[in-house]
């Protein structure tokens, strides 16, 4: 006969449960509000190490009637986080003051059932309890779960989601996006901010490699349970969540609507942001056409867009080439400057970024034939053109080594 719970119902909660049983406090009122995860009978003087923590223990004591010999079991229940014990006065009638002393000293609460009143009566009490317990936990889920998915038809970000998640289920959560952004929610760890940028770096660089069949990921002593954020066609970003707990239908129910809240979010944040890039491009593309169009308003570009130092221009014969340095570049590009531009213009790929490239990533270029690329001097850009010059710059690098290639 027994029965668990979460750690919402204590002590003082049974006990006015069955209060009106006739059901007596006698001691150790100080510690009625510790929790409560079971209740079990035990008749017999027991030390099992089966005893889990956090429980309430019926007895009557009848293999127990020497003083020093209850308060021996007691002190070691005690030590085992036994919470409370009831004692049925079937056969102690009177308790005596020396383990009435103990029970006050140690807030070890000790409470009398009538003879009248049997086990049966108190467990299903405790039962209605827990159904109770249960259903305002599922209500509150469903509450966190609703307030998820309107924050996306509010327009709040990610880390509103990945906060509501960490408050609920209680566990450390990361979310890392396409782009490398870290949203985070520290509960009960020692873990600090950069312990967790570090777990979403490693774990986005070994993404590839990860067990679909088993998506955790170890971080000293900590374990992580992955979940990649995906639609039909795109990866969003990776959801991590503390494995301190084994996780109950509630939690499930918390992390799937997350999932999808996050989901929602990233894709929303994805039509906005090629918005703004499609935008972007028409911008620029009308600086570089010749002549100018009037239309063209350097202020009307993203705010990277203005800062940007460098602007390189790729070039190929082959077009299926080309698209092949695109999509590598894209690959490579978006993990060193998510907010920089890329795209392919009159069979030219074009890349306005604010860092260099590195070398390794441009000499899987240039180790291909029939491949050119120019490169700008560095500056910020502050006017259409400054852009120009830019692309001027670069498609001058591109002749040189179209000439060199003559040469050879």
Same mark, same amino acid.
């Given at each position: 006969?027994?029965?668990?719970?979460?750690?919402?119902?204590?002590?003082?909660?049974?006990?006015?449960?069955?209060?009106?049983?006739?059901?007596?406090?006698?001691?150790?009122?100080?510690?009625?509000?510790? #929790?409560?995860?079971?209740?079990?009978?035990?008749?017999?003087?027991?030390?099992?190490?089966?005893?889990?923590?956090?429980?309430?223990?019926?007895?009557?004591?009848?293999?127990?009637?020497?003083?020093?010999?209850?308060?021996?079991?007691?002190?070691?229940?005690?030590?085992?986080?036994?919470?409370?014990?009831?004692?049925?006065?079937?056969?102690?009638?009177?308790?005596?003051?020396?383990?009435?002393?103990?029970?006050?000293?140690?807030?070890?609460?000790?409470?009398?059932?009538?003879?009248?009143?049997?086990?049966?009566?108190?467990?299903?009490?405790?039962?209605?309890?827990?159904?109770?317990?249960?259903?305002?936990?599922?209500?509150?889920?469903?509450?966190? %779960?609703?307030?998820?998915?309107?924050?996306?038809?509010?327009?709040?970000?990610?880390?509103?989601?990945?906060?509501?998640?960490?408050?609920?289920?209680?566990?450390?959560?990361? *979310?890392?996006?396409?782009?490398?952004?870290?949203?985070?929610?520290?509960? %009960?760890?020692?873990?600090?901010?950069?312990?967790?940028?570090?777990?979403?770096?490693?774990?986005?660089?070994?993404?590839?490699?990860?067990?679909?069949?088993?998506?955790? *990921?170890?971080?000293?002593?900590?374990?992580?349970?992955?979940? #990649?954020?995906?639609?039909?066609?795109?990866?969003?970003?990776?959801?991590?969540?503390?494995?301190?707990?084994?996780?109950?239908?509630?939690?499930?129910?918390?992390?799937? *609507?997350?999932?999808?809240?996050?989901?929602?979010?990233?894709?929303?944040?994805?039509?906005?942001?090629?918005?703004?890039?499609?935008?972007?491009?028409?911008? &620029?593309?009308?600086?570089?056409?010749? #002549?100018?169009?009037?239309?063209?308003?350097?202020?009307?570009?993203?705010? *990277?867009?203005?800062?940007?130092?460098?602007?390189?221009?790729?070039?190929?014969?082959?077009?299926?080439?080309?698209?092949?340095?695109?999509?590598?570049?894209?690959? %490579?590009?978006?993990?060193?400057? #998510?907010?920089?531009?890329?795209?392919?213009?009159?069979?030219?790929?074009?890349?306005?970024?604010?860092?260099?490239?590195?070398?390794?990533?441009?000499?899987?270029?240039?180790?291909?034939?029939?491949?050119?690329?120019?490169?700008?001097?560095?500056?910020?850009?502050?006017?259409?053109?400054?852009?120009?010059?830019?692309?001027?710059?670069?498609?001058?690098? &591109?002749?040189?080594?179209?000439?060199?290639?003559?040469?050879?």
């Amino acid at each position: 006969m027994k029965a668990e719970v979460s750690k919402i119902i204590t002590v003082r909660h049974l006990l006015k449960k069955i209060e009106r049983y006739g059901v007596k406090l006698i001691s150790g009122e100080a510690g009625i509000d510790n #929790p409560v995860d079971y209740i079990n009978i035990q008749e017999f003087a027991l030390k099992s190490e089966r005893i889990k923590e956090n429980g309430i223990l019926l007895t009557t004591f009848k293999s127990l009637l020497e003083s020093n010999d209850i308060i021996s079991h007691l002190r070691w229940l005690k030590k085992q986080k036994i919470n409370a014990i009831g004692i049925h006065t079937v056969f102690v009638k009177h308790v005596p003051q020396r383990i009435i002393d103990f029970s006050n000293e140690n807030d070890f609460p000790i409470f009398l059932i009538p003879e009248e009143v049997s086990y049966q009566e108190i467990m299903q009490d405790y039962n209605e309890l827990l159904m109770m317990d249960a259903n305002n936990e599922r209500l509150k889920a469903e509450q966190v %779960n609703i307030n998820m998915l309107e924050a996306v038809a509010l327009d709040k970000d990610a880390q509103f989601i990945v906060s509501a998640m960490g408050k609920q289920l209680k566990l450390p959560v990361l *979310y890392v996006s396409k782009s490398f952004a870290v949203e985070c929610f520290k509960y %009960n760890t020692d873990l600090g901010t950069s312990h967790l940028q570090q777990i979403a770096g490693e774990v986005m660089e070994q993404l590839e490699t990860l067990n679909e069949d088993v998506l955790r *990921y170890q971080f000293g002593n900590h374990t992580f349970k992955l979940f #990649p954020i995906v639609d039909s066609k795109n990866f969003h970003g990776i959801l991590l969540i503390g494995l301190e707990k084994e996780f109950n239908v509630t939690d499930w129910s918390i992390i799937n *609507y997350g999932k999808t809240a996050l989901l929602l979010e990233a894709v929303k944040k994805r039509s906005v942001e090629k918005y703004v890039k499609n935008r972007d491009m028409k911008i &620029i593309e009308s600086m570089l056409k010749t #002549p100018r169009q009037e239309k063209a308003n350097f202020e009307d570009l993203s705010s *990277y867009l203005k800062d940007a130092n460098y602007l390189y221009l790729i070039e190929s014969d082959d077009l299926m080439t080309l698209n092949n340095i695109f999509d590598e570049f894209h690959i %490579n590009i978006t993990k060193l400057e #998510p907010a920089s531009l890329l795209w392919i213009y009159e069979n030219q790929v074009i890349c306005l970024i604010d860092a260099k490239i590195p070398t390794n990533i441009l000499n899987k270029i240039f180790n291909q034939r029939d491949i050119y690329c120019g490169v700008s001097e560095k500056s910020k850009n502050n006017s259409i053109n400054s852009i120009q010059e830019k692309y001027e710059q670069a498609r001058i690098g &591109i002749e040189i080594g179209r000439q060199k290639k003559k040469f050879n």
